[in-house]
């Protein structure tokens, strides 16, 4: 009986369990790798020949894929035009309190909603830099003169 082809078997079934459990790529390069020491021990009895073909067939999927996964799995950030108007200067037109959930600013000719970055109240009239976009909020910070 060969053990050794049961336990490269018993690791396809951990690896293949530990990616099915994670959102990310983590172990499938490691499946594959245990898939070839399977096929070795059908032909080779020597465990270190089968620990060799393990490492390194994992070694080059890993390095041949996982680049090309990575960027796959992140996706492609879209700019918006309104990435646009981070960093800019806006003027207040109603008080921004984040505790009661209130604020607008003018900026770029329209009126938007925003709330203090540091969560502190602007008043009204104050220039603000946009510091960040969430939603349809604006996120902003005095400037300082």
Partial sequence: MNYYAIGWLAAIVVFALL???SP???SIWFAAGAVG?????????LFWVQLLVFFALSGILLAA?????RRYMKGRSQPTNADMLIGQTATVTEDISNVKAAGRVYLSGQSW???????????KSTLVRVDHIE???LLVSPVQK
């Fill in 19 to 21: 990616e099915a459990a």
């Fill in 24 to 26: 990310a790529l983590v």
């Fill in 37 to 45: 020491a399977l096929l070795t021990s059908l032909f080779s009895s």
């Fill in 65 to 69: 894929t996982r680049p090309l996964c």
């Fill in 113 to 123: 909603a925003a709330r203090s970055l540091d969560g502190s109240d602007i008043p």
């Fill in 135 to 137: 939603g349809v909020k």
